[in-house]
Structures are given as structure tokens and as C-alpha cells.
């Protein structure tokens, strides 16, 4: 047992520690990941069947890195009969088995989010409601939120606060549109992402011999990211490990950050009221950063009030401290922060791909975008749109889905006219309407077409009826001839190939390029899937089981690694680099002015800044700015709280920064949240809502730059007054309220004609009329 050698004290414990409940609470960088996969490579070599193990991810991406870790220590043979992977895949497959006791077949499709948005844009367009009122992010949120607390239409539409609120936010048909969406997604044995857990809760609780099958056979059940876990998974942990408590959970209620998805913190907080004889273990080195990072965030962390305690420390290089980077400007900081990436880069010849810049929201991406391709710096932006969200891929996956279930009617109405075959909108009508008349699929209500006809013409029949022969024929090889082969088939016979080919621009070879390249994919994935052994011919029915699982951590290219990467706090969970910027460190941005509303929220915030400083190893910068545009308007901004509250002994801040000036703020509280619904353990009906009185907010002054009238005597944000135009020479400093500090390079003409060249420090030069200027000093 070599493997152990490489382990501290604390975790070694943690490892061979295996029967009964456990909870090993991780910290940042403390190797989670390697106490969670020694931990099931040790109960493997102390003969605990592989099938008998069930370990949950939150990313594909994980469960792949674990286990071939685990194979490099009892070998790929005993790590691929693993049940490991994430909750849906892993409840997915319990589905595909179980499927028709719920009245699915086994072939059933998976929803993705585009799928879903469609079918909701449907149903509110049949119900001739205002698209305005019922936007279809917002419809379909609300009814994520009700599955991922196993509340059912029926439960939805029985609950007389859930009812209630939606009516006082004027969208009463929610429940209706729930209902029928369900309905539909049935008829199209269809289930969504979070179908994925409530149909297993459902599966359950309906049939105790199920359940009671299940946890005989998962005698060891592990949990990763156990913070993030929203009720319905809870619950389904909870069922499965009721006989044997033999469930070990790994978490860190420090990195509780998705509580927008559903994740709830008291599943860890509260672990020990559900397993009163529960052993904890505390992984409290970190690893990963410097002593200077990992003190910076306990001091953080420290202010909120509900968290499991633990001492995190770091035997590492003390390091650097925290740098502070106060631009004047939005664009300015963008400008400061490029140029420090470029100082690291040419002075430490480190690679881009060390590099993160972080921030709070999407929109703060395109400031940084700019002033990275002034540099001629790679980035990578995620979040960005998918290889698989690309509507060719759409268009060519939703073939295969189509071959492989036919009642699929997103799939159906996104093809049937794609290349073109005269199948109009009005044929479509009929045939849809007919469908939801006599609750039954689109493709079912084509092939009883001769029965009874929805009013389609002779030709449109005809034409409807060709693409019913289509799919039917090439149905027949979707679920016995090799993947590529399949697919190879369907592209060709559908006519993709050729309307991809007909289309010489540019846009079109880059389509035809993308569906190569989907090919690839699909033969990459058969070879990988016969050289692991798991199956001798690979169907398309298993590539679409698994690519419908992806998320973007699992699509990553090689050649977009070495980049600096941009992205979003929450999408960096996970993640370290060597040196991290955190972008836009001021108050109502981060913390957002969407979650100061309470208590709660506010320490969510403070666990997302604590989880943006740890994704630094060696260097952490933070940046703000005095101003930022805001719908329009040049607005005021202050810094963040969160500055305020690190240590200032780790911290680098400006000369010139006030070191007053964050603890002098006085902030203000509002919440424009809308109500979340709750769950309640015992059914799978109730919700209640809470929402959280709303305080002033801080009143900010708008800096708006006029065009049409000259500067006047004093600036418009209360600060220095504005230079008189006859004053201004060559070689003198000034501060524009947009562009930020620069200086006057040239002078030329005179009186109302005036004009100064400016070379800002962020934006360059610019050539500006002096009597429209308001340029002050800095």
C-alpha cells in the first residue's frame, strides 16, 4: 500500500477510515482529490467489489481524473466497474434500466437547455401569452427550481403559495405551462436535466423494491462537492445510504457558491444531525498558494457567521502580497491589467495559461477582450458558445436523436425542414395541434396520417410522408451499426453533406469543417469505448448518452490551453493558476447589488471572493475602478467591502489609496431577488417563499460626459473643478472622467476652435474640442 506513503497524517486517516458515515470537510488546494480517489482505491484493495461503490462528481471531467487514478493503483480492469460519475449520469443509467416503470422507454432523450427553451416558447405561444410577461429564462427557472425540490405540477398547481406568488408577479399560468411542459416531454419520452433527478425520486418512492435493490448493491456510496448538492440529491444520497450509512462526503461550506442552481449549504452544515455518529475529518493545509493568499481569505472568511470552523494554513513560501490595482476608469483598469500580464509574461517568461483574470459577471468579459488583443494576448473567454450548442451540430445531432426516438418532437420540428423540403410552417401547425389534440407525438400523428388527415394537402402529405420513410429507414441502423457508421449514413442520406458542401463562403466550409469534426468525435469516442473494453460496437444511442452529458469542462481543445483564461468566479470553481486578477472589486458589483438582501446572501458573496483568492498559487491581484459605466452613464464606484476585510497585512495597496477609504463606505442593503421556492423532506408538494425587506441604496452620482454644452466650472461627481480650456498647455497632466489620466501632447487653435491632443494612459490618443473636454487634474 504504497499510495499511503503520499498522504499526511490527517488525510492517511481519512483514507482508512472507510466504515460508517464520514465527513471530511477540504479546504482550498488541501488535495481533496487525491484523499477522495485513495479512498476508494483503498476500499478496492481491501476487497470491496468495484460494482459496490458508487461516486459522485459534479463534471465528467472529475470522475475521468479519478479514476484513472484509481487504475493506477488496482489497475484499469477494477476501475472501470466503478459506478463512477456524475449525479445525472450516474442516476441517468439507473433510469435507463428502471425506465418503464415510469412509463419511459429506454431509449428515451435528454433535453438540453435549447431543447427546453423551445418547447416552454411553444407552449407560452399556444397559450397566446404575453412573451413580455412570460419570459422563457424566467419560466423555465421557476420550474427547475420546483423539480430540483421535487415539487411535481400537480404538486406545483396544489401549492397555494406557489400560486399565490405567481399571480402577485402577474404570471399566473405558470403552473399550467409546468403542467403541459411536462406532459410533453412524456409524450416525447423526453426528461430534462433535473427530470434526471426528480424521475429517480420519483423512482424511489414509488417502488420500495427499487430502492430497496439499490441499496443493496451500492454498499459504499462517496460524494464530491457535497456543498453543492441542491435537495434532490441530497435526498437520493440519503435513500440509497439509509441501510448502511457507509457514505462519506467531501466539502468545504467555505466554497458554497451555487445557491442560484439550488445547492444548498445546510446539506454540509447539517450532515451531522443526519448521521449523529458521523467521523470528521479536517484537511486544513493548503497546498496550492502561498501562506500570504491562504491568510488574505481566512481573513475573510472569518467574518460569516454560519461555516463549519477549521484553520487552513500553508507550509509554502510566504509570497507576495495581495496586489491592489485602483485605476480611475473601467477602461483603465483594463488597460493596468493587460499590461501587468504582459509585464509577467515578458519578465518571468511564464505561460499564458497560468493566468486567470476573474470577475463577478459576463459583461465585465468585453473591457478585458479589448485590451488583451491590443497586446496580441491569447485568452480564452468561458462561457462562450460551445462546439455542441453550434447550429449545425444541433441541426445533425438532432438527426441521430431522431433515429434513436422518433417521439422526439424537439428534434423532429428542428430537421423536418432542414435542407429545405417544402414542410411549412402551416403544415407544421396542423401537424403539431393534431399531435397535442390526441396527446400523442408529432411522429406518431405522421404515421397515422392516411387515418385521419389534419387538413394537409395532397402535397404536403406526400412530402411530410417521404421524411417519415426518411428517418424510418435510417432508424433501423441507429441501434445496430457502429456509431461513425451510423452517423456517417445519416448525414449523408438526410442531405446535410450536401447543403453544407453547396455553400462555398467561408461560413459554410467552417460548417462543413464542424461536422468533420463531429464525425471525429464520434469515432474517436467507438475506438476509446472498444480499447477500454466496455463495449465491442459502440451504437449511436451511447455516443448521444454521452454527449448529452457534457458540459464545457469537458470539451476543452488542446490548442486553446495555452491562453489566459477569462471567466466568471463560478465558473473558476475547481480551477488554480499561478496568478489570478480579480477584476471589478467594488461594491453593488461584488458584492453583487442583487445579493445584500440579507444575511444569507451576503455571506455567499463573501464564500464566492474567498474561492476567487484561492484560485491563486503564487500571486493574487485585486482591481477596481473610480468610476464605470453603468446603462449608459459614467457612475460612481467605491471599492469592495471585501478589500476592506483582508488582513492589511497582506496586503500591497496604491500610495496614494486612502487605507481608510474601504472602511469608510457606508453600504447599503437591497434585495431584488425574486422568491426561491423551498423544499420540504417529507413530500414532494410544498414550497414557501421568504423574501427580505428591501433598505435604501446608496445614492450614486452620475458622471454624465455632455456633448453639447461646454465644461462648466466644477466637475459633475463633486471632485476637482474642471480646467479652464484657455489654461490648458502642452506637457500638462489631466484626468478625463471617461478616459482617465493622461497628458497634453499639442495644442492648436484658438477661443471656441481650441483643441488639445491627449495621449491617455488606457484609451491613447485623442484628439479633443477643449470647450467640450471637462478636463481637470489628476
Known amino acids: 500500500m504504497q499510495y499511503l506513503n503520499e498522504l499526511s497524517e490527517v488525510q492517511r486517516e481519512a483514507v482508512t477510515t472507510y466504515n460508517g458515515p464520514a465527513l471530511i470537510i477540504a479546504g482550498a488546494g488541501s488535495g481533496k482529490t487525491r484523499v477522495l480517489t485513495y479512498r476508494i482505491a483503498h476500499l478496492l484493495k481491501q476487497g470491496v467489489a468495484p460494482w459496490s461503490i458508487l461516486a459522485l462528481t459534479f463534471t465528467n471531467k472529475a470522475a475521468r481524473e479519478m479514476k484513472d487514478r484509481i487504475a493506477h493503483v488496482v489497475g484499469e480492469s ?27 422507454a429506454k431509449s428515451f432523450t435528454i433535453y438540453d437547455t435549447a431543447d427546453s427553451k423551445s418547447l416552454i416558447s411553444s407552449i407560452i405561444k399556444e397559450l397566446k401569452l404575453d ?74 418512492r414509488d417502488f420500495p423494491d427499487i430502492l430497496a435493490k439499490y441499496q443493496g448493491k451500492f454498499k459504499y456510496i462517496l460524494v464530491d462537492e457535497y456543498q453543492d448538492t441542491n435537495y434532490s440529491q ?38 451531522r444531525n443526519d448521521y449523529p455518529e458521523y467521523k470528521l475529518f479536517k484537511l486544513e493545509q493548503n497546498y496550492r498558494s502561498t501562506q500570504t493568499i491562504v491568510n488574505a481569505a481566512n481573513s475573510v472568511i472569518a467574518k460569516n457567521k454560519r461555516q463549519l470552523q477549521k484553520a487552513s494554513f500553508s507550509a509554502n513560501d510566504e509570497g507576495d502580497k495581495i496586489k491592489i490595482i485602483k485605476a480611475y476608469t473601467d477602461q483603465e483598469e483594463s488597460f493596468m491589467v493587460a499590461s501587468s500580464i504582459s509585464e509577467l509574461i515578458q519578465r518571468d517568461h511564464i505561460d499564458f495559461k497560468d ?51 422518433p417521439n422526439d418532437d424537439e428534434a423532429l420540428k428542428r430537421v423536418i425542414n432542414f435542407p429545405t423540403r417544402g414542410i411549412g410552417a402551416t403544415t407544421m401547425e396542423r401537424l403539431e ?77 467552417t460548417r462543413l469543417q464542424n461536422i468533420e469534426e463531429l464525425l471525429n468525435s464520434i469515432k474517436e469516442f467507438s475506438d476509446a469505448q472498444k480499447e477500454e473494453g466496455v463495449a465491442e460496437v459502440t451504437t449511436l444511442a451511447d455516443y448521444l448518452e454521452n454527449v448529452s452529458l457534457l458540459t464545457d469542462a469537458d470539451t476543452d481543445k488542446p490548442e486553446d490551453r495555452n491562453r489566459v483564461s477569462i471567466m466568471t468566479i463560478h465558473s473558476a470553481k475547481g480551477l488554480e493558476f499561478d496568478y489570478v486578477f480579480l477584476a471589478g472589486i467594488e461594491e453593488e458589483l461584488f458584492p453583487s447589488k442583487m445579493s445584500t438582501g440579507s444575511m444569507e446572501e451576503l455571506e455567499e458573496e463573501r464564500r464566492l471572493f474567498y474561492v476567487a483568492l484561492t484560485r491563486a498559487a503564487k500571486l493574487a491581484t485585486i482591481s477596481h475602478a473610480q468610476v464605470r459605466y453603468k446603462w449608459g452613464n459614467l457612475t460612481s464606484s467605491i471599492p469592495s467591502r471585501f478589500i ?14 486612502n487605507e481608510q477609504g ?117
Open 234 to 271: 441530497y435526498l437520493i444520497v440519503k435513500k440509497l445510504a439509509a441501510s448502511h450509512k457507509n457514505v462519506c462526503v467531501v466539502g468545504d461550506d467555505a466554497q458554497s457558491i451555487y445557491s442560484f442552481r439550488g445547492a444548498k449549504i445546510e446539506n454540509i452544515l447539517n450532515f
Open 355 to 405: 493566468i486567470a483574470i476573474l470577475y463577478r459577471t459576463n459583461a465585465q468579459s468585453r473591457l478585458f477582450e479589448e485590451s488583451l488583443r491590443k497586446r496580441n494576448i491569447p485568452y480564452r473567454v468561458y462561457g462562450s458558445l460551445s462546439f455542441y450548442q453550434r447550429k449545425e451540430i444541433k441541426d445533425t445531432i438532432a438527426y441521430f436523436r431522431l433515429t434513436v426516438n
Open 662 to 778: 474601504f472602511k469608510d463606505s457606508t453600504f447599503g442593503y437591497g434585495n431584488n431577488s425574486s422568491p426561491t421556492i423551498r423544499n420540504n423532506p417529507s413530500t414532494f408538494s410544498r414550497g414557501t417563499h421568504g423574501q427580505a425587506a428591501q433598505s435604501p441604496k446608496r445614492r450614486l452620482t452620475s458622471i454624465n460626459e455632455s456633448t453639447s454644452k461646454p465644461a462648466s466650472a466644477t466637475s459633475s461627481n463633486g471632485s476637482t473643478p474642471y480646467i479652464n480650456p484657455d489654461d490648458i498647455e502642452i506637457g500638462m497632466g489631466v484626468l478625463h472622467d471617461r478616459f482617465g489620466p493622461g497628458k497634453v501632447t499639442n495644442i492648436e487653435g484658438e477661443g471656441q476652435n481650441r483643441k488639445a491632443t491627449v495621449e491617455f494612459r488606457a484609451a491613447g490618443v485623442k484628439n479633443l474640442l477643449l470647450k467640450f473636454a471637462k478636463l481637470r487634474k489628476p
Open 78 to 104: 477494477t476501475a472501470k466497474q466503478l459506478w463512477m460519475g456524475t449525479f445525472h449520469s450516474m442516476f441517468m443509467r439507473i433510469l435507463r434500466a428502471e425506465a418503464d416503470k415510469l412509463g419511459y
Open 131 to 204: 412573451t413580455q410577461t412570460y419570459k422563457v429564462n424566467e419560466v423555465l427557472g421557476r420550474i427547475s427550481s420546483a423539480k430540483n425540490n421535487l415539487i411535481t405540477p400537480q404538486a406545483y398547481a396544489a401549492n397555494t403559495q406557489l400560486v399565490a406568488y405567481d399571480r402577485q408577479a402577474r404570471k399566473p399560468e405558470i403552473a399550467k405551462i409546468y403542467a403541459i411542459y411536462a406532459q410533453r416531454c412524456f409524450k416525447a419520452s423526453a426528461m430534462d436535466f433535473d427530470d434526471l433527478l426528480l424521475n429517480t425520486n420519483v423512482l424511489f
Open 644 to 657: 476592506a476585510e483582508i488582513d492589511p497585512n497582506f496586503v500591497d495597496s496604491p500610495d496614494d489609496t
Open 433 to 509: 395541434g393534431a399531435a397535442n389534440e390526441n396527446n400523442q407525438s408529432i411522429w406518431v400523428t405522421i404515421e397515422k396520417l392516411n387515418e385521419h388527415n389534419p387538413g394537409l394537402k395532397p402535397a404536403a402529405a406526400s412530402k411530410v410522408m417521404q421524411f417519415y420513410n426518411l428517418i424510418k429507414q435510417m432508424g433501423t441502423i441507429a441501434y445496430t451499426a457502429e456509431a461513425y457508421e451510423a452517423a456517417q449514413t445519416i448525414v449523408m442520406n438526410a442531405g446535410l453533406m450536401k447543403e453544407f458542401k453547396a455553400d462555398g463562403s467561408i461560413e459554410g466550409i
